[in-house]
């Protein structure tokens, strides 16, 4: 057996509170882990956002280039609108690649206090994770039952126990990928995580999509 990955999600609590959780996912099941997810949920969607910045740059720097390149080898007034033009390009190249990341750096701020409150009241009710007493330091672990039995405060859920996974891609009214999982005991679990690693990591657990 061996570790697959992991990812944050957030599960919604008998109360209607969110709880954000890092599952680490191993071949034999997962663990749930209470930590900070909201920052980190949103990495490879801001990696892709700062991709499409930089690519929405070069192709805005290159129009300007192309612009004042023809300028120059153009006389009279076509060669003054072609500057002009050149110029406006470079202003709203600029000016959207600096709005687009200020909104980025704006929401992952937001993000990281939300989550430092999470944790705050995490370890004010003493739910915070820890290593358990004995654990190896440097040890790898390769099962979900390794995994858990090395930290307090965790959930194991094992893969033996998972009757069905329901998957639901994102939509335009709801950005979240959802996992539905649905335990032979009856009970029922639910993740939510704008990072489309979810369904993949769970895939190995009976998922169907829909």
């Not at 033009?85 to 750096?105: N, W, Y």
């Not at 944790?119 to 040890?139: E, N």
């Not at 639901?168 to 950005?175: E, I, K, W």
């Amino acid at each position: 057996m061996a570790r697959v990955g992991w990812v944050a999600a957030r599960a919604d609590t008998a109360t209607g509170e969110p709880r954000w959780l890092r599952l680490s996912v191993f071949d034999d099941g997962w663990v749930e882990v209470p930590t900070f997810g909201r920052a980190v949920s949103a990495v490879r969607g801001n990696l892709r956002t700062a991709l499409l910045n930089l690519a929405g740059f070069a192709v805005g720097l290159a129009l300007t280039w192309g612009c004042l390149n023809l300028a120059g080898t153009t006389a009279g007034a076509p060669a003054v609108v072609l500057r002009v033009i050149g110029g406006l390009l470079f202003i709203a190249t600029i000016g959207t690649v600096l709005v687009r990341s200020f909104r980025l750096s704006s929401r992952q701020r937001k993000n990281w206090a939300a989550d430092g409150a999470d944790l705050r009241r995490l370890k004010a009710a003493g739910r915070l994770p820890a290593r358990a007493p004995g654990a190896p330091l440097w040890r790898r672990a390769t099962t979900a039952e390794e995994f858990a039995s090395w930290l307090t405060n965790t959930t194991l859920v094992r893969a033996a126990d998972v009757s069905t996974v329901l998957v639901t891609a994102p939509s335009a009214g709801d950005p979240d990928q959802v996992a539905e999982v649905q335990l032979h005991s009856g009970a029922r679990l639910s993740y939510r995580s704008t990072d489309r690693t979810l369904g993949s990591l769970l895939a190995g657990f009976d998922v169907r999509s829909a």
